[in-house]
């Protein structure tokens, strides 16, 4: 599939592509990027076009103006309850939707390539949970983070309580959940929530060097690697010390590891193509 392929059904998503980096910004700037019908529509179509892409070789994810994303779009949360017949009916529309934004979510962790979240201002909910899922977090000063959904009555979704019980430990896990607590970027640095905090105003130019830089590396590595990382929980050490065998095998057989010995070799930059 070529890189032109990758587009959004609506224009509630712009996806750019440039040199092998997909850009997906969610782009309801008035809403502070609430998620809602449209917005799940186009990442699942995105999502899904960039799993089979032999192309794309790093993916940042990021929001349209001053926010990456306030969380599902509650508004429409409370029209949908005045439209509905019964409890029945309102029970079979949450259930599409989250199955539909859980697509999106699992489609994320599929993905063979890096993906960088570029985070600012609001990082709520649906965006918080969103941000857990994607690989690396660059975030802006003075943005706000809080996973919210205990303040509406309900429990987390978008695997937010799979991603941070691995991420933070089920205490603190246990506090972003039920507490729902806001807290500023220095404090989701000190949790290894994100990896980096760069003013605002550097934000795109720092993202765009970090993704640059993953998509002239060893993409086939980095997939295996991802692999490796995510399924280890789920694994005892004999069964994972079998899987970085397969792993290191597979990449041992790709024109990038050869390149990569050579140029060690002989004290060169490698060249890697991503294969």
């Known amino acids: 599939m070529p890189d032109h392929a990758i587009v959004s059904p609506n224009d509630t998503v712009r996806v750019d592509v440039k040199d092998a980096v997909a850009t997906i910004t969610i782009n309801r700037p008035d809403s502070l990027n609430a998620i809602n019908d449209d917005v ?28 990456f994303m306030a969380g599902g779009d509650v508004k429409r949360f409370k ?16 259930n599409s939707i989250l199955e539909r934004i859980h697509v999106v979510v699992s489609n994320i962790n599929d993905l063979r390539m890096p993906v960088i979240a570029s985070v600012k201002g609001a990082v709520a909910g649906a965006g918080f949970s969103l941000m ?23 429990s987390p979704d978008g695997g937010s309580t799979w991603h941070l019980p691995r991420t933070l430990g089920m205490k603190r896990a ?17 949790w290894g929530l994100i990896n980096k905090i760069v003013p605002a105003d550097d934000l795109d130019a720092e993202v765009a060097t970090l993704a640059n830089r993953l998509a002239k590396g060893p993409t086939l590595a980095y997939g295996e690697t991802k692999r490796l990382l995510l399924d280890s929980t789920d694994r005892d050490l004999s069964n994972q010390l079998h899987a970085e065998t397969r792993s290191f095998v597979t990449c041992a057989m790709s024109d990038d590891f050869r390149k990569g010995v050579t140029a060690f070799v002989d004290k060169q930059k490698p060249d890697f193509k991503g294969e």
Request: charged share 25%; net charge negative; aromatic share 8%.
């Open 79 to 94: 029209r949908k309850f005045e439209e509905v017949a019964d409890d029945n009916e309102a029970r079979a529309w949450f």
């Open 40 to 67: 799940v529509t186009a990442l699942i179509d995105i999502t899904g076009a960039l799993k089979v892409s032999k192309d794309i070789r790093c993916v940042v994810l990021t929001g349209a103006g001053d926010h």
């Open 132 to 154: 857990l899922g994607c690989d690396l977090v660059v975030a802006a000063e003075g943005g706000i983070f809080t996973l919210a959904y205990c303040h509406l009555g309900t």
């Open 174 to 190: 246990m506090e972003i959940a039920l507490l729902g607590d806001r807290f500023g970027p220095d404090q989701a640095l000190a």
